[in-house]
C-alpha cells in the first residue's frame, strides 16, 4: 500500500467492527498517515488497555508522531485541527469548485465509495468531529461543550442535505 491507498482505507474507519477498525487503525499507522491522527488521538486516551481499537490507535499514534500523548497534549492537539478544519486547510487537493474526494464507508456494500463533496461542508463536519472528540476528553469542560455545539449547528447551518450534516460519524456522537 502506499499514498494512493490511503484516503480510501481513512474511509474504513467508521466500520463497527472494532477489530476490523483495529487492523485499519494499525495499517495508516505503518503508513505513517498523518491524516488520521486527529481521528484517532481521542481513543489513546479514552479506549481502555484491552481495547484492541485502543492498542491500534497508541500504536499507530507512536508510529506517527513518536509519542502517545497525554490528554492534555491530545486536547491541544484537537483545538488546533479544530481551528484548522474551520480555516478549511483539509491537506487535501480539491477542484477548480472547491469540492474533493471523500471516501466513505457503505456498511451495506461492506466497502469505501469515492464521493464527490464541498470541501467547506467537509471542513466543517471534520471540525465538528475534532470538536466532538475533545469534548469527550473532558465532558465536565464547558469550553469544549461550547465548541462542540457551536461546531454541530454550524455544520447544520451550513449543510444542503441532511447527509451532508452526519457526515463521517458525526451521528453516532
Not at 479544530?82 to 474526494?101: A, C, N, V
Amino acid at each position: 500500500m502506499g499514498n494512493i491507498a490511503v484516503e480510501p482505507t481513512i474511509g474504513f474507519l467508521e466500520v463497527e467492527d472494532e477489530e476490523h477498525k483495529a487492523r485499519i487503525i494499525s495499517a495508516l499507522g505503518k503508513l505513517r498517515a498523518i491524516r488520521i491522527a486527529d481521528r484517532i488521538v481521542a481513543l489513546t486516551i479514552l479506549e481502555p488497555d484491552d481495547s484492541p481499537v485502543g492498542t491500534a490507535a497508541r500504536q499507530a499514534i507512536t508510529e506517527i508522531v513518536g509519542v502517545v500523548p497525554t490528554r492534555t497534549e491530545a486536547a491541544q492537539y484537537l483545538k488546533q485541527q479544530h481551528t484548522r478544519y474551520l480555516k478549511g486547510d483539509l491537506m487535501l487537493p480539491q477542484d477548480s469548485e472547491g469540492r474533493l474526494i471523500l471516501w466513505t464507508y457503505d456498511a451495506d456494500q461492506k466497502t469505501v465509495i469515492p464521493e464527490l463533496r464541498d470541501a467547506r461542508i467537509i471542513s466543517l463536519a471534520y471540525a465538528a468531529i475534532a470538536s466532538r472528540d475533545l469534548y469527550k476528553l473532558d465532558l465536565e469542560n464547558p469550553e469544549y461543550k461550547q465548541l462542540f455545539l457551536r461546531s454541530v449547528l454550524c455544520l447544520l447551518y451550513t449543510s444542503p442535505s441532511p447527509r451532508d450534516a452526519t457526515l463521517s460519524g458525526m451521528a453516532a456522537w
